[in-house]
């Protein structure tokens, strides 16, 4: 009896550590193919851009009959990049294009969500769904899509436009960037309101019941209360937006071939890809894509830092 | 760095190469065939061009020991050539832009074919030929050729009692007078985005974007003969004469399609286009040859063209090269590339063939090549591709949208190109003159 105590005492902390052991293991074992493959995926071609961007091949004469040396240039492709006008007035661009399209897209997913949220809406899902349906459709089937509805001769809009006095052009040289940004506010408006929309559902609905006593409108109950209680869902999508922004790349590539009032670099991943495709200069396109990231990443700072401020602020 | 892993590259490269060299050997030996250091071999060729595959399959019937894989390339196939040279995947035989190639032969990735193809010069249409050679040396083998002529709406032209012009001055007459017969009508469109009309343009003006001057590289992009274009073009523009409209966009065609636009001074392969997107049209068109800046001269233009060439890595560059000279100078594969798939050939065999000759339906039955390969022979020698051709290209294309807008001129945007042309090649490390 004794002994058998003892023993299964005895082997109780023998098998403790083992098991234990294994347990702490465990949680690397399953991050492990996601280690694995945002190491392979993600830093080593980060790592890699900013490598390579401190290179240079040089050449000389006719440039015929040798292979170009490669060598450390330094900061020299950073120096390009940024003296470049074609890139740097892309950040101006798409600055000006994100200042109007982020907030208009983003207020009106806003206003959606809200509407679907309170009783006012009949038939939701089909609503939800036809406002969500452009995000189903790839990016380049929708600058198609619109490029053909913006240019004259074969669009019903510019033409029923134009057959009422009204001469539009959608792809003149100062409208062009709008045009753009109508295409992006199109497909993406949907898949924020959704965001927006289930942050909503969230909210104890006992807390609208408490407005409502109160003698809140269903307008005051959405400035004061639904509005607020979303907020980091809000900043999440504002940030999304930002970087989308950014990086935007399909709509006017696509939307070049139908008008030539964007310009190769119109964008700035539009300037590494005509550095890097065509112009053959992976070291200068990495210093471009490494000055685009650490953009991204400064602006992704700024916006978390102020709303983190504003949330303290309200608490 | 990049040294090295090509370096590795092509030692695998070579390594799998003699492994199969090692299998077919023993096979062959098998057979009792002969045993000389050219066993037979299997090259990989990728090119676009419609018809290839007969063409190839013909020629492996006929040549058991040099076997060729077809790869039929598209859309942004293209793309995929310089990574896959660099990296020693590369297929051993190509076929790819013309403008190309200066920037390829820089990074390395051309085999020279002086030795293998040099002698093939006189097979060829003389602008086609100098197209190839840059600075004595041979990079590629010209598959087709795009020279101009001008098509026009015989209907139009007809209807208000004009006739076709031969220089370009009496071209900006009829200009005129087709605006002032019908305000709706254009006697051309001028598109942004299309460079292939002003090369043409420039190069029956015996103009170049780029020479080769010693061991440097000179910019013409705004040269005399570009400037005298430009002239013209401001003046068409100026008077509202031409449609300024994007190329290739369904707005385009649909300008085609009302009628509004009553020339196109265009490459041989266009008509095959027109025929596709404005089929209604039939009988409408006719072929002239292009105007000519002063009376009695013959030059034409050209445009975009193809050739193949033989990337480095490949081990059988001299099975390769015959494969090529077959494909493009024999009689049996112009056949198959011009007859049956409406190639239009840079040989000058092919020029000659009886199935280029053929009527065209379309054109009210007019034998429209008759001019285009009379054109073909006469497109000067003096084009030369640069190695930043396509960021010059594309430069031009922005600049030539503010032209289109009215925010600047021709001569303008020639300047501000060149200027782009010229950093760029510095940035290379290129000498510029």
Wanted: with cysteine; glycine share 8%.
């Amino acid at each position: 009896m004794t002994t058998a105590t003892a023993t299964a005492v005895r082997r109780t902390p023998r098998r403790r550590p083992r098991a234990g052991g294994g347990q702490r293991r465990a949680p690397y074992l399953f991050l492990a193919p996601f280690l694995v493959l945002f190491a392979v995926f993600t830093m080593a071609p980060i790592v890699l851009a900013v490598y390579s961007s401190f290179f240079q091949t040089r050449r000389s004469g006719l440039g015929f009959g040798g292979e170009g040396e490669v060598v450390f240039a330094g900061l020299d492709n950073y120096v390009r990049a940024l003296s470049n006008d074609g890139f740097v007035a892309g950040f101006g661009r798409m600055l000006g294009y994100g200042v109007v399209q982020v907030p208009v897209m983003l207020g009106l997913a806003l206003v959606l969500a809200l509407l679907f949220d309170t009783a006012l809406v009949r038939w939701k899902p089909f609503f939800q769904l036809s406002v969500f349906m452009p995000y189903a459709v790839p990016s380049v089937v929708a600058a198609l899509i619109w490029g053909f509805l913006y240019q004259p001769r074969v669009s019903p809009i510019v033409e029923g436009l134009r057959s009422v006095g009204w001469d539009v052009s959608f792809l003149s040289p100062d409208v062009v960037l709008w045009s753009l940004a109508n295409v992006a506010v199109w497909s993406v408006t949907g898949v924020n309101m959704v965001i927006l929309f289930s942050a909503l559902q969230s909210v104890p609905r006992e807390i609208y019941e408490a407005a409502r006593i109160d003698g809140a409108s269903e307008l005051r109950t959405a400035l004061s209360i639904k509005i607020p209680m979303i907020m980091p869902s809000l900043t999440l999508t504002f940030l999304f937006s930002i970087i989308g922004t950014m990086q935007l790349f399909n709509e006017p590539m696509t939307m070049r071939a139908v008008t030539s009032n964007i310009s190769g670099d119109y964008t700035p991943n539009m300037a590494i890809f005509q550095a890097t495709t065509l112009g053959g200069d992976v070291n200068l396109g990495s210093a471009m894509a490494v000055v685009l990231g650490l953009v991204i990443f400064v602006l992704s700072l700024v916006v978390q830092g102020v709303s983190r401020r504003r949330n303290g602020a309200d608490r | 760095m990049a040294r090295s892993s090509r370096l590795l590259a092509a030692t695998s490269v070579v390594v799998g190469a003699a492994l199969a060299l090692t299998a077919c050997s023993s096979s062959s030996d098998d057979s009792g065939g002969d045993t000389g250091a050219a066993g037979p071999v299997t090259l990989e060729f990728w090119g676009w061009a419609t018809g290839l595959e007969d063409a190839v399959a013909l020629w492996n019937e006929e040549n058991p020991d040099i076997q060729v894989d077809f790869f039929r390339m598209t859309g942004d196939d293209g793309d995929k050539i310089p990574a896959a040279i660099d990296n020693g995947t590369a297929p051993d035989v190509v076929q790819m832009s013309v403008h190309s190639i200066p920037s390829h032969v820089i990074a390395n990735r051309l085999t020279d074919l002086t030795e293998y193809v040099g002698d093939l010069e006189d097979d060829f249409t003389e602008a086609s030929w100098a197209n190839v050679t840059f600075d004595g040396s041979t990079y590629a083998v010209p598959q087709d050729f795009g020279p101009n002529a001008l098509m026009y709406r015989s209907d139009i032209f007809e209807q208000h009692g004009l006739t076709v012009p031969t220089t370009w001055d009496e071209y900006l007459e009829t200009a005129r007078a087709l605006k002032a017969a019908d305000p709706n009508l254009y006697i051309a469109q001028m598109s942004p985005n299309e460079t292939g009309y002003w090369i043409a343009d420039v190069w029956q003006n015996e103009g170049s974007w780029f020479g080769i001057d010693g061991d440097a590289w000179t910019v013409d992009v705004n040269d005399e003969a570009s400037k005298e274009v430009a002239e013209r073009w401001q003046t068409l523009l100026d008077e509202d004469l031409v449609k300024v409209v994007d190329m290739w966009t369904p707005e385009y065609w649909a300008e085609i399609n009302a009628g509004t636009i009553a020339t196109i001074n265009y490459a041989a392969w266009f008509p095959a286009m027109l025929e596709a997107n404005a089929a209604d049209l039939a009988g409408s068109w006719s072929v002239a040859p292009s105007p000519v800046s002063e009376a009695g001269s013959t030059a034409a233009g050209a445009g975009d063209s193809s050739v193949d060439v033989i990337p480095t890595g490949t081990e059988d560059v001299a099975q390769a090269a015959q494969f090529l000279t077959w494909l493009n100078t024999s009689d049996e594969s112009l056949d198959i590339l011009v007859g049956e798939n409406s190639m239009f050939p840079a040989a000058l065999s092919g020029l000659q063939s009886d199935a280029l000759h053929q009527p065209n339906e379309y054109f009210g039955g007019q034998v429209v090549n008759d001019v285009f390969a009379e054109a073909a022979e006469n497109v000067p020698a003096s084009w030369v591709d640069g190695p930043v051709y396509d960021l010059v290209q594309d430069n031009i294309k922005d600049q030539f949208a503010k032209v289109g807008n009215g925010a600047q001129t021709f001569e303008q945007a020639l300047d501000a190109a060149a200027e782009y042309a010229r950093t760029q090649l510095e940035q290379q490390g290129l000498n510029v003159k």
